[in-house]
């Protein structure tokens, strides 16, 4: 496939950042831009399967994100298309009122480009995606057509979600910057919940100055959502981009499954760390053993719990319409005691609280995003172990593309901050970011 | 006992607001007030058992609470007396820090009178604490000994505690004003919890007036407290008195068990409704069906989870110095899966948005705080089943002494309002108290 956009005088795989700079040069570029993206999204489409709906034309709006195309995960609400949730029992369903977070979008002037293929309610059964990189690969999951989407070079904006590892890891899979920010600085309202102590709404996009924008854009409170809040710290300014930290403090977290990383996960780690010191970082191991003891089996305990209340009826009513993995979750959830529920949220805030004075020294911490590349196959979206103890905190984390594992599939790094500092975070991955200098490019399909 | 405050021209029963008007014009009056206080307090003793301990001496400072005495109820901490927490594990223990909202009344200039007798942990196991007005009748709980110090004219403000009836059952059977602002509304750290999703700090006083003043000041964001945020409404000059709604439109809430009420309970309901529909207020009757139906099995069930994760060691460590009530709340919590624990929790927030709409078109809702008068004994402290349903829905909740019942003791009504309309339930309170026009003294100890 030729890159369509290549005509249109744009770069291929061009950001939020460097779009919006374009569009005020020549603002006549934005329909021509919008239109190139949905040729390539339909082009695309036959291999890569990342959208459940692609509407036929764009409409502009004005706004600061005006001309920008935003790919939406399928279980988050649109009142002008289908939101399926990936399951069979919503093929045809189209809501009442758009998510919160649409309608935001909206005001904001982004285009709505269309829905984004999700596992069945952001679990474990994946949909048809491919990884843009290998087709032979999985594109991770649970927010597989948004993560493949923006590594397309199709969108430069995508919304996922994560309940356990749904951005980071298909972020790190497709070779492309995913943010988890902080619980609740997105509202969730219209969000198809999975688990609300542990959902997360999040973006996909190729830089970190784009999501840290969006977030800038996004971050709100809401009434609705008793979590949310403005965040502290963006400048008004942050659609031209934030300061990298100055010389950041950087704790090294490795957790003791460490060593079943693939060996060219580790190494590229290893020289992320080197380049960042060489650079000038301050960068310290720090050891989080309870953390690491502590977090799977309670953040899967609250997961299980919650999710059986949410999917009991369902699973019952559509036997041949919910997969087994649903199935599977709500016995799961079924067989937990209330006591073991409540242990494991009271485990979440002492870890919170311990998190938030040994984070203290540092700006972020370095670690991992997955254990390497993308498993090949599509039935596994792989494991959300070096994912799950920053959802369970619910603290920012964002990974960035660092290279190439021994399959040509990407690999990631992940930074990870302290709770609603999510400013410093993205200012701390901007800095690594400009270090690495690394751009895996756009695949071709 | 005759009323040593007599000699100093402050009136017996005098309250906060009143207090205040006299000290400002005779600061000197405050600290003979302050003696008299505990004078009383010791000598009622011997009969009234409301306190866990008293000091020596009261200490003023300056601030708008200057030289007004509150009892604290001994599950809230206090860095310079004992804390019990009702219970004989507890009891040399002096906590380390005082609770939030008792560092906020020192800074306000209150002085801290004492610690009142509180039921083992807030739960069922009483007191030796007796009805001021009947020593063979129970004061009623979980803030047994808050409610009987106010009602005996001990102090004019107390601070209790309600996770299910604990504040408004033992001020409507003393004969006192007892006030559950909406959930949060008081920060709780430092009060011993109980069941942490339905915890509430709340005031005991003789008027109107003088909870909605301490209320105003009390109220607070905390972040210790993900549920503090300061209440709207409340004027600069809440210490001059609030002004009373004007005409006021009251929803009769009367739930199913209506016709267990006593007789003159019921009787005193219908000669209020009467007198305040002649002072032109508009009243209907509102059914609030699922409420009725659901409430007192929801919170039953989320009480005793939460409350067994918090004291299942306890009971196991001090299996001879734990009540049976206490054992027995530990079991029942032990047995609730997460699924049912979770659909009460999902219940509580379906029926809160539920109440919203309800409540929209009255200013209050008029309801009894109790089946009647204290019970006889010591060993039962009341039913609580006209209280579950408000603190469960966590909106605000203030019982009035309104009468007496057959065995001469107080009878009360109990008015609620919309979440976070704490304000406007409090004046129209205030307009049912001033309709009313019921004082029941103090009674003779």
């Given amino acids: 496939m ?64 005006s001309g920008i195309p935003v790919a ?43 829905k984004t293929v999700s596992t069945e309610f952001a679990w474990r059964h994946p949909g048809p995606t491919t990884n843009p990189w290998n087709p032979a690969h999985t594109p991770g999951g649970s927010s597989s057509g948004s993560a493949a989407a923006v590594a397309a070079g199709i969108v430069p904006l995508a919304l996922g979600t994560q309940t356990l590892g749904s951005v980071i890891r298909p972020a790190a899979f497709n070779g492309v910057v995913g943010l988890k920010p902080s619980f609740g600085a997105i509202p969730r309202t219209g969000v198809h919940p ?8 999040g973006l996909f996009a190729r830089r970190v100055d784009d999501v840290a924008f969006a977030l ?32 950041p403090r950087f704790g090294i977290v490795r957790f003791e499954k460490w060593s079943k990383a693939e060996p060219e996960q580790q190494q590229l780690f290893e020289a992320a760390i080197a380049k960042s010191r060489k650079a ?20 899967n305990t609250i997961l299980a719990s919650e999710a059986a209340l949410i999917f009991e009826g369902l699973v019952e009513r559509f036997p041949d319409r919910t997969s087994d993995h649903l199935k599977s979750l709500v016995q799961t959830g079924k067989a937990h005691s209330a006591l073991e529920y409540l242990a ?65 599939l990407p690999l990631g790094l992940q930074i990870v901050g302290a709770y609603r500092q999510d400013e410093r975070t993205l200012r701390a991955a901007k800095w690594i ?12 399909l």
Same sequence: chains 1, 2.
């Fill in 72 to 114: 939406i995960k399928d279980i988050i609400a649109t009142s002008d298309m289908p939101t399926t949730n990936g399951s069979p029992i919503y093929r045809n369903h189209v809501p009442e009122h758009d998510a919160w977070v649409v309608e935001r979008l909206r005001n904001l002037g982004a285009t709505i480009f269309g």
């Fill in 194 to 201: 999975l688990s609300p102590s542990l959902d997360h709404v």
């Fill in 2 to 65: 030729t890159d369509p956009t290549a005509q249109s005088g744009l770069r291929a795989g061009a950001g939020v950042l460097e779009l919006l700079r374009e569009f005020r040069h020549d603002p006549a570029l934005a329909d021509e831009y919008a239109a190139t993206c949905l040729e390539k999204a339909n082009a695309a489409e036959t291999r890569l399967k990342a959208f459940e709906y692609l509407p036929r034309e764009m409409a502009r709006r004005p706004g600061p994100l």
């Fill in 280 to 299: 000038g970082a301050i960068l310290e191991e720090l050891e989080l053993n309870d953390l690491d003891q502590a977090n799977w089996k309670a953040i």
């Fill in 216 to 247: 800038s854009l996004l971050a709100a409170s809401s009434d609705s959502d008793p979590h949310g809040r403005p965040l502290p710290g963006f400048q008004e300014d942050a659609g031209h981009g934030m300061p990298p930290l100055d010389k």
């Fill in 344 to 408: 494991a949220k009271a485990l979440q805030e002492t870890q919170r609280s311990a998190f938030a004075t040994e984070i203290s020294g540092f700006d972020a911490i370095l670690t991992l995003p997955a254990f390497g590349e993308a498993p090949e196959g599509l039935s596994f979206t792989g494991n959300a172990e070096f994912c799950a103890p920053w959802t369970l905190l619910g603290v920012p984390a964002l990974t960035l593309p660092a290279g190439f594992g021994k399959r040509g």
């Fill in 433 to 444: 970011e400009s270090v690495l200098e690394f751009d895996p490019g756009i695949p071709c």
